[in-house]
């Protein structure tokens, strides 16, 4: 939740733009993320201040490929030379928007995914005396159908960045930004095991629709019994949880229940965080108190520790294998005290309804991509084994018609790392 920001967003919805979430989101960027600051000043003409002083925020984007190629511009003047796409964020529009726009000016049908900020970029200029300052924020971002686009009609390349190459970039931003993503993206490399996840992202955006279904309706009036039984999952979470100053829920999907707890129990900071945005989305409009963001949770980039609690639900059985699992629970302990996981058992185990639900309905019809389930002895080994030593650990488990589900509370111990 972006606390004192109340009166920020309340006027942005009063005058139906964005500026005051986007001068939220980077007070926060700057409290989730180790981001350096890379400044530049510069006098201007008169005209360009007046033009400065009608655009504050920007962006500048790079987008890479999955072997982390960078898609540079060519740009001309006196001579070729590289840079980075980028662009003011308008008024009406989120970051979020902004950077899909500016993805779109590479190739219209450009989309992209594990979206992350990288740095800060505060350039001043000068004219008689007076200065304007811009803000920009400089993202990373992976190109998610490079085999559709036609490489040759860009202006510009994906470059493998070398020494010879890197030397042509001339933007001490752009610059900073391209260093910055090649540590990053062996670490992303490394910790995703080279897999993006690209079929469950591509499913869960052309489902859009029979999620929205699903949570209008089968939710709703179908499941009942999941309602009727939400008050004890609520207890049993809110004893779990309890009230900390900053939550994240790593993988939200379309689910509101930590949005709606924290709004309730007045959490100040909330992160949803999910691989596909076309998931978040469906949240967005609701709780724009909320900072959304758009990383693979077997890496997530936030500083260490900086969430009192990780709330993680359903996803496990999203792991494309054991490595990515084992990262993913690693993950998590970098960057809370504490971590709630929830997920649910192996149907199969289960049997009964829970068996059919899952098979007709969850992957049957909502084409539902994870199928790694658990036994309930197989998630006890796992975490005990992962966080032995490291954290203390207790887990319980709750039954609903959908079946039954697994819960570990797993608590840093203070000062512990993660078992290698
Ligand atoms: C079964 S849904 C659960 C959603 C929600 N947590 C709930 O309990 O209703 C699994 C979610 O995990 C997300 N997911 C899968 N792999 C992920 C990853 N590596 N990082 C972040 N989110 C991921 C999917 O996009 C999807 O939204």
Redesign the pocket.
């Known amino acids: 939740m972006l606390a004192g920001g109340k009166i920020e967003l309340v006027l942005d919805k009063v005058f139906k733009d964005h500026e005051g979430k986007t001068s939220l989101l980077l007070k926060y960027y700057k409290w989730l993320y180790e981001l350096p600051v890379v400044t530049a000043s510069c006098e201007v003409s008169e005209k360009l201040f007046q033009y400065c002083l009608r655009k504050k925020f920007f962006v500048l984007l790079l987008v890479y490929d999955e072997d982390g190629k960078v898609f540079l511009n060519r740009n001309m003047s006196n001579s070729l030379s590289w840079g980075l796409p980028g662009g003011s964020i308008k008024k009406d529009e989120s970051i979020n928007q902004a950077i899909n726009r500016i993805a779109k000016t590479i190739h219209k049908d450009m989309l992209i995914g594990n979206v992350e900020p990288v740095t800060l970029i505060e350039n001043s200029y000068y004219y008689k005396g007076q200065v304007v300052k811009h803000y920009g924020i400089g993202f990373i971002a992976r190109i998610r159908n490079a085999q559709s686009i036609d490489f040759k009609s860009l202006v510009g390349d994906f470059v493998a960045i070398n020494d010879e190459e890197f030397s042509y970039i001339k933007r001490l931003a752009s610059k900073k930004v391209v260093e910055l993503f090649k540590n990053r993206y062996m670490d992303l490399d490394l910790k995703?095991d080279s897999c993006f996840?690209d079929e469950?992202?591509n499913i869960?955006e052309l489902q859009k629709k029979r999620y929205q279904i699903h949570n209008k309706y089968v939710k709703k009036y179908i499941l009942t019994d999941k309602r009727k039984k939400k008050q004890e999952f609520n207890k049993i979470m809110e004893n779990l949880i309890g009230y900390p100053n900053s939550i994240c829920?790593?993988?939200?999907?379309?689910?509101k229940?930590i949005f709606k707890y924290a709004r309730e129990h007045g959490i100040k900071v909330i992160v949803g965080?999910?691989?596909?945005w076309s998931?978040?989305e469906f949240l967005d409009f609701d709780f724009d108190e909320v900072i959304f963001t758009n990383?693979?949770?077997?890496a997530l980039p936030f500083k260490e520790n900086v969430f009192d609690v990780v709330?993680?639900?359903?996803?496990l059985?999203?792991?494309?294998n054991k490595k990515?699992l084992i990262n993913?629970l690693k993950s998590m302990f970098r960057v809370s005290k504490k971590i709630i996981i929830?997920e649910?058992e192996d149907p199969k185990i289960t049997g009964g309804f829970a068996e059919f639900l899952n098979k007709y309905w969850?992957i049957g019809y909502l084409k539902?991509?994870?199928g790694a389930y658990l036994s309930e002895n197989q998630f006890k080994v796992i975490i005990n084994e992962v966080f032995k030593n490291v954290a203390n650990i207790k887990f319980s488990s709750f039954e609903n018609i959908m079946g039954k589900y697994l819960i570990a509370e797993i608590e840093k111990v203070k000062g512990e790392e993660e078992n290698d």
């Open positions: 995703t996840q469950e992202i869960n829920d790593v993988s939200c999907g379309e689910d229940f965080n999910d691989i596909s998931q978040v990383h693979n949770a077997a709330y993680c639900s359903n996803t059985h999203h792991m494309p990515v993913l929830v649910i969850y539902d991509v994870g």
